[in-house]
Protein backbone atom coordinates (compact mmCIF):
# COMPACT_ATOMS: atom_id res chain seq x y z
CA UNK A 1 0.00 0.00 0.00
CA UNK A 2 2.91 2.33 0.57
CA UNK A 3 4.49 1.59 -2.97
CA UNK A 4 1.35 2.88 -4.09
CA UNK A 5 1.11 5.27 -2.08
CA UNK A 6 4.69 7.28 -3.53
CA UNK A 7 3.39 6.18 -6.83
CA UNK A 8 0.49 8.09 -6.73
CA UNK A 9 2.25 10.97 -5.19
CA UNK A 10 5.22 10.87 -7.62
CA UNK A 11 2.65 11.20 -10.23
CA UNK A 12 0.65 14.18 -9.17
CA UNK A 13 3.98 16.04 -8.86
CA UNK A 14 5.76 15.00 -11.80
CA UNK A 15 2.20 16.11 -14.09
CA UNK A 16 2.12 19.32 -11.75
CA UNK A 17 5.73 19.99 -12.38
CA UNK A 18 4.80 19.49 -16.31
CA UNK A 19 2.23 21.72 -16.49
CA UNK A 20 4.16 24.53 -14.73
CA UNK A 21 7.16 23.87 -17.28
CA UNK A 22 4.49 24.11 -20.21
CA UNK A 23 2.87 27.38 -18.86
CA UNK A 24 6.69 28.98 -18.69
CA UNK A 25 6.34 30.54 -22.74
CA UNK A 26 3.09 31.87 -21.63
CA UNK A 27 4.70 33.32 -18.06
CA UNK A 28 7.42 34.47 -19.97
CA UNK A 29 4.56 36.17 -22.78
CA UNK A 30 6.92 34.35 -25.31
CA UNK A 31 5.24 33.00 -28.33
CA UNK A 32 4.35 28.93 -28.46
CA UNK A 33 3.09 26.34 -30.44
CA UNK A 34 -0.39 25.88 -30.68
CA UNK A 35 -0.26 22.37 -29.00
CA UNK A 36 1.56 23.90 -26.34
CA UNK A 37 -1.40 25.65 -25.37
CA UNK A 38 -3.06 22.30 -24.59
CA UNK A 39 -0.24 20.74 -22.98
CA UNK A 40 -0.74 22.75 -19.56
CA UNK A 41 -4.34 21.88 -18.95
CA UNK A 42 -3.75 18.20 -19.78
CA UNK A 43 -0.99 17.56 -17.16
CA UNK A 44 -3.05 20.04 -14.62
CA UNK A 45 -5.74 17.74 -15.38
CA UNK A 46 -4.07 14.79 -14.92
CA UNK A 47 -2.36 15.79 -11.76
CA UNK A 48 -5.78 16.17 -10.40
CA UNK A 49 -8.02 13.21 -11.39
CA UNK A 50 -4.89 11.60 -9.65
CA UNK A 51 -5.41 13.15 -6.43
CA UNK A 52 -9.05 12.39 -7.03
CA UNK A 53 -9.30 9.32 -7.68
CA UNK A 54 -6.49 8.04 -4.79
CA UNK A 55 -6.60 5.10 -3.46
CA UNK A 56 -9.81 4.10 -5.36
CA UNK A 57 -12.07 4.36 -8.20
CA UNK A 58 -14.53 4.64 -5.74
CA UNK A 59 -13.81 8.44 -5.07
CA UNK A 60 -14.72 9.64 -8.90
CA UNK A 61 -18.72 9.48 -6.43
CA UNK A 62 -17.81 13.23 -5.91
CA UNK A 63 -20.60 15.18 -7.37
CA UNK A 64 -19.64 18.21 -5.38
CA UNK A 65 -15.81 17.89 -6.57
CA UNK A 66 -17.90 17.77 -10.22
CA UNK A 67 -19.65 20.61 -9.75
CA UNK A 68 -16.76 22.62 -8.65
CA UNK A 69 -14.40 21.48 -11.50
CA UNK A 70 -17.55 22.87 -13.89
CA UNK A 71 -17.75 26.05 -12.37
CA UNK A 72 -14.18 26.56 -12.01
CA UNK A 73 -13.73 25.71 -15.94
CA UNK A 74 -17.02 28.21 -16.93
CA UNK A 75 -14.74 30.64 -15.08
CA UNK A 76 -12.01 29.75 -17.88
CA UNK A 77 -13.71 29.90 -20.21
CA UNK A 78 -14.93 33.21 -19.60
CA UNK A 79 -11.29 34.14 -18.93
CA UNK A 80 -10.36 32.78 -22.34
CA UNK A 81 -12.27 34.76 -24.03
CA UNK A 82 -12.00 37.84 -23.13
CA UNK A 83 -7.91 37.62 -23.25
CA UNK A 84 -6.52 39.09 -26.32
CA UNK A 85 -4.65 36.96 -28.66
CA UNK A 86 -2.20 36.96 -31.55
CA UNK A 87 -1.60 34.26 -33.56
CA UNK A 88 0.28 33.80 -36.71
CA UNK A 89 -1.75 31.55 -38.77
CA UNK A 90 1.30 30.46 -41.07
CA UNK A 91 3.52 29.15 -38.20
CA UNK A 92 0.74 27.90 -36.04
CA UNK A 93 2.11 30.37 -33.28
CA UNK A 94 0.53 32.41 -30.59
CA UNK A 95 1.20 34.99 -28.17
CA UNK A 96 -0.87 35.62 -25.36
CA UNK A 97 -0.26 39.35 -24.22
CA UNK A 98 0.11 40.59 -20.32
CA UNK A 99 -1.62 37.85 -18.88
CA UNK A 100 0.43 35.35 -16.40
CA UNK A 101 -2.66 33.73 -15.15
CA UNK A 102 -1.98 30.17 -16.70
CA UNK A 103 1.53 30.28 -15.23
CA UNK A 104 -0.05 31.40 -11.48
CA UNK A 105 -2.71 28.44 -11.96
CA UNK A 106 0.11 25.96 -12.63
CA UNK A 107 2.38 27.30 -9.56
CA UNK A 108 -0.42 26.94 -7.28
CA UNK A 109 -1.31 23.59 -8.67
CA UNK A 110 2.42 22.40 -7.84
CA UNK A 111 2.67 24.04 -4.26
CA UNK A 112 -0.62 22.44 -3.55
CA UNK A 113 0.61 18.93 -4.95
CA UNK A 114 4.27 19.12 -3.13
CA UNK A 115 2.26 20.03 0.14
CA UNK A 116 -0.38 17.49 -0.30
CA UNK A 117 2.31 14.89 -1.17
CA UNK A 118 4.24 16.03 1.73
CA UNK A 119 1.37 15.56 4.09
CA UNK A 120 -0.06 12.05 2.68
CA UNK A 121 3.71 10.41 2.93
CA UNK A 122 4.21 11.83 6.41
CA UNK A 123 0.32 11.28 7.87
CA UNK A 124 -1.66 9.59 5.28
CA UNK A 125 -0.11 5.90 6.52
CA UNK A 126 -1.43 6.27 10.04
CA UNK A 127 -4.34 7.60 9.39
CA UNK A 128 -7.93 5.42 8.82
CA UNK A 129 -10.34 6.29 5.96
CA UNK A 130 -12.76 7.66 8.50
CA UNK A 131 -10.60 10.49 8.94
CA UNK A 132 -9.25 12.24 5.15
CA UNK A 133 -7.59 15.02 7.02
CA UNK A 134 -6.61 17.53 4.55
CA UNK A 135 -7.01 15.70 1.83
CA UNK A 136 -10.06 17.55 0.86
CA UNK A 137 -8.92 20.90 1.02
CA UNK A 138 -6.26 19.07 -1.72
CA UNK A 139 -8.58 17.16 -4.25
CA UNK A 140 -10.57 20.99 -4.12
CA UNK A 141 -7.31 23.04 -4.76
CA UNK A 142 -5.84 20.72 -7.61
CA UNK A 143 -9.36 20.45 -9.06
CA UNK A 144 -10.09 24.10 -9.68
CA UNK A 145 -6.67 25.06 -10.88
CA UNK A 146 -6.82 22.02 -13.40
CA UNK A 147 -10.99 23.29 -14.20
CA UNK A 148 -9.48 26.82 -14.88
CA UNK A 149 -6.98 26.02 -16.81
CA UNK A 150 -9.04 23.60 -18.89
CA UNK A 151 -11.58 25.72 -19.23
CA UNK A 152 -9.52 28.93 -20.24
CA UNK A 153 -7.61 26.93 -22.79
CA UNK A 154 -10.77 25.28 -24.65
CA UNK A 155 -11.59 29.07 -25.39
CA UNK A 156 -8.63 30.13 -26.66
CA UNK A 157 -8.14 26.97 -28.82
CA UNK A 158 -11.53 27.48 -30.64
CA UNK A 159 -10.41 30.97 -30.60
CA UNK A 160 -7.49 30.56 -32.84
CA UNK A 161 -8.82 30.54 -36.24
CA UNK A 162 -11.20 33.61 -35.97
CA UNK A 163 -8.10 35.66 -34.86
CA UNK A 164 -6.59 37.73 -37.33
CA UNK A 165 -2.90 37.37 -38.62
CA UNK A 166 -0.34 38.49 -36.66
CA UNK A 167 3.78 38.19 -37.80
CA UNK A 168 5.07 36.70 -34.77
CA UNK A 169 7.95 34.60 -36.79
CA UNK A 170 10.15 36.42 -38.87
CA UNK A 171 11.02 34.36 -41.82
CA UNK A 172 15.22 33.46 -42.82
CA UNK A 173 15.66 36.00 -45.70
Request: aromatic residues 8%.
Amino acid sequence: MLINLYTAQIIIILAAAGAVIAALPEGRRRPMRTWQLVLTPVLAGLSAFVTVIYPSLKELDQPEMWELAVICAVVGLLRGQTMPLEVDQIWNVLRLHRWREGMWAAIALLLVAIVGAAEAILVGPTRGPENPGFRLLFEIGMTSAAGFLIGRAATLWFRIPHVPHHELVEPDA
